[in-house]
């Protein structure tokens, strides 16, 4: 009877309140996940710079993390959502298995290797001598504890492709308020410093991990997670990486944007302070996460479009799928107006929250904060239609638009305008590069638009 509900939210419900059943539980959950990134922030920038900078500069190591999980999260959940539409139930349930099994050996070679060459990956990153002690401390046991945090991220994408986002919800919002209470105790009464922000980190998601883990024994789920169910055959992983490795590079190269931010300021600073650098990679990294809040939650809810969009197009519903195209389209961009008006607007009383009154990491992460506001208007637009193609199983063209943003346009930019503008080229690099994604995919959707109604 459950998966008969689940089914048809996903196949015949009307649109916009399958969106909401699907998307808003996401939503929720992803707010609250980087609500307690702010929070490590908050409390770790009031310590000092240098610790502000270790976990900006520890922060790209996560983005692997997440990636590792949603290469065979999202790879699989785009194939399962339309096997479902396909009515192919127990093809689906072996998918699940692969991808619950494969995450975790990927996820645990990824650490291995991460904890061997961890100074140099850190340097790479862009550590200063100042921030590495702490970024060691903080990297050490973020990374170690990671493992906890791909297998929430693949059982996320795979409860959500059956219709039950609420279960992922309680996932993260259990971790997420746990985090929250954990960090002031950790960091401030038991005076552990950054190793009490990564300490809290790993204990909440590892509460996370115990929530799907109850879901899984429970036999709520329409799959069962089995090794006797693994089939990494040809077949299951042609359809589970053709997704999977274009969003391991979209979350890859978030982690370059923010290394090649973080090196920019080494090079382009480099007759300057130590301290003045230290300021602007501390800046630019709350910027990142305050920004980060706004795309989680438009990703929470692009979760819950996926499965819809995925199953319609598999079961062939045309004039479902341009529908939960375009009510996304429009409920994603007023939200990314809003929150972008918001954060420009405030851009100095937010920045101010994550240091103990450093002037020069206020002005820089102001600024930035501003641009990066303004450009966040069109983010909503720009991922529904990247989410789409993935949804779709074309791996190809939505590799090409969400390589957009933080790779493609970003890269050159990001070189070669700091070396004309200085610290402002730092700054506006981001904003610019989303502006012209925004601008190839419009094209790009036009295209995809014309073929649906065809």
């Known amino acids: 009877m459950k998966q008969n509900k689940k089914m048809e939210l996903l196949g015949s419900a009307p649109i916009p309140k399958a969106l909401l059943a699907m998307g808003i539980p996401m ?48 790879g699989a959940s785009s194939y399962i959502s339309r096997l479902l539409g396909q009515q192919k139930i127990e093809q689906a349930d072996n998918v699940a298995s692969t991808s619950i099994y494969g995450s975790i050996s990927l996820g645990a070679i990824f650490i291995i290797v991460t904890v061997v060459f961890l100074k140099p990956i850190l340097r790479m990153l862009g550590a200063t001598e100042s921030i590495m002690p702490y970024a060691v401390t903080y990297a050490s046991i973020y990374v170690i504890s990671s493992i906890f945090n791909i297998f929430n991220v693949t059982m996320n994408n795979l409860v959500t492709s059956e219709g039950a986002a609420k279960i992922s919800m309680c996932a993260l919002l259990s971790g997420a308020i746990l985090n929250m209470i954990l960090d002031p105790i950790f960091i401030n009464i038991f005076n552990l410093g950054v190793k009490g922000a990564a300490l809290a980190t790993a204990i909440s998601q590892a509460v996370s991990t115990i929530v799907y883990l109850l879901y899984i024994s429970s036999k709520k789920s329409v799959f069962s997670f089995s090794m006797r169910k693994c089939r990494f055959s040809k077949g299951i992983l042609f359809e589970i990486f053709k997704i999977g490795v274009p969003t391991l590079v979209f979350q890859l190269l978030t982690s370059l944007s923010i290394m090649l931010i ?19 990679i501390a800046g630019m990294g709350a910027v990142t996460r305050v920004i980060s809040m706004g795309s989680l939650m438009v990703f929470g809810f692009l979760k819950g479009f996926q499965p819809i969009a995925g199953f319609s197009y598999g079961a062939k519903k045309y004039d479902r799928l341009r529908e939960a195209i375009k009510t996304s389209v429009l409920w994603s961009t007023i939200f990314c107006v809003l929150f972008g ?21 206020i002005s820089i992460g102001k600024k930035a904060l501003m641009a990066n506001g303004l450009s966040f208007l069109f983010f909503g637009y720009y991922t529904v239609y990247s989410s789409l193609l993935l949804a779709m199983g074309k791996g190809r063209d939505g590799f090409i638009v969400g390589a957009l943003r933080q790779g493609i346009c970003f890269v050159p930019i990001v070189f070669i305008l700091p070396m004309i503008l200085g610290v402002s080229g ?22 995809i638009n014309k073929k649906l109604k065809a």
Do not use: C, W
């Open 262 to 280: 973080n090196r920019q300021a080494n090079t382009i600073l480099a007759n300057t302070s130590k301290e003045y650098v230290d300021s602007v």
């Open 27 to 74: 939503m929720i959950g992803m707010m609250i996940s980087a609500i307690y990134n702010l929070v490590d922030a908050y409390f770790v920038g009031n310590l000092g710079t240098s610790q502000m900078g270790a976990i900006s500069v520890a922060f790209p190591l996560g983005q692997v993390v997440v990636g590792l999980g949603l290469l065979f999260g999202t």
């Open 426 to 447: 730092i700054m506006y690099a981001q904003p610019i590069a989303d502006i012209l994604s925004f601008v190839i995919t419009f094209f790009v959707a036009i295209h």
């Open 341 to 361: 008006i918001a954060v420009t607007i405030f851009s100095e009383t937010i920045i101010s929250q994550f240091t103990n009154g450093d002037v020069e990491m």
